[in-house]
């Protein structure tokens, strides 16, 4: 696999997690008001309780469990065609975002065969056996997130910088911030009942909350997509917590993705592989 091809999965997994937003700089909560009134029912989504009100007790919760299982999709158009990014395995974002997840390309070349991979504080270690079946007794293939960072066209801090502070409540402080947030109904997510939340969230308010050097390679990437803005639908339980999150870009090479949440709370194994069954990848 390529360095670029590589900076790209590492990247898309991120993203999958918490969105553009995941590269908030200040950590507080979305300041956004108002949006819309649509009807929320059942559990703690009343109709007396806004939907803003709603959604931030819901970041508040969701931030908090501090570790979920994560299983999702990112459809991706390119020059080379359509790419398929599928993400499965725990999140942990107690110190900055960790992980230990498999992730699979296919299209564009990519050999649609899940990688593990698991995510540490600065590099991102990946089971390169699959998909290249003679590394031999050294499976493992560790990438710094400075050279990933570099690989994708940004300084070198790009990684850090979306990691510290990428979590599953990211898109919920993003549809507060959008002022568009309205009520959908109640759906079934997995067997949960859950109020759906929708809203669009312009490409000034997604550059807007990003650090520099993201803003920087993030603004080169809409331009280039022709994307003006961003519809993003979040779904949320009776335990203010999110399940479901689904976000979609148009313009020249549209994009959409599909995350669902589940077992917040549970231990997730962010362990990296033993020395003897590592290689340094050149350059990293």
């Known amino acids: 696999m390529r360095s670029t091809r590589i900076a790209a999965a590492v990247a898309g997994a991120v993203m999958l997690v918490g969105s553009l937003s995941a590269c908030n700089d200040d950590g507080g909560k979305a300041a956004g008001s108002g949006g819309g009134s649509g009807d929320a029912a059942g559990g703690k989504q009343e109709s007396a309780q806004s939907p803003v009100d709603a959604l931030k007790a819901a970041q508040e919760a969701t931030a908090g469990k501090k570790t979920a299982q994560i299983d999702g999709t990112t459809l991706t158009t390119t020059p080379r065609g359509r790419i398929t990014q599928s993400t499965k395995g725990g999140l942990d974002w107690t110190h900055g975002m960790q992980m230990n997840v498999a992730n699979t390309m296919s299209g564009g070349g990519s050999p649609g065969k899940p990688v593990k991979s698991i995510y540490t504080k600065d590099a991102v270690y990946m089971n390169m056996s699959a998909v290249m079946p003679g590394v031999g007794g050294k499976p493992w293939m560790k990438y710094s997130y400075e050279a990933l960072s570099k690989g994708l066209g ?21 549809l507060i911030a959008s002022g568009t947030a309205k009520a959908v109904g109640t759906e079934n997510v997995n067997g949960v009942r859950a109020t759906h939340y929708t809203g669009t969230v312009t490409m000034d308010q997604l550059s807007g909350k990003a650090g520099k050097s993201v803003r920087d390679l993030v603004q080169k990437q809409l331009a280039k997509g022709g994307a003006k803005s961003e519809q993003l639908d979040v779904w949320i339980d009776d335990h203010d917590l999110l399940v479901k999150k689904v976000e979609k870009l148009g313009g020249k090479q549209p994009s959409s993705s599909t995350a669902l949440f589940s077992d917040y ?3 997730v194994d962010l362990t990296p592989p033993p020395a003897g069954q590592t290689s340094t990848a050149p350059g990293a």
């Open 265 to 267: 709370g549970s231990k």
């Open 154 to 174: 940004g300084s070198g801090t790009f990684f850090q910088d979306v990691l510290r502070n990428a979590d599953p409540s990211q898109p919920i402080e993003l």
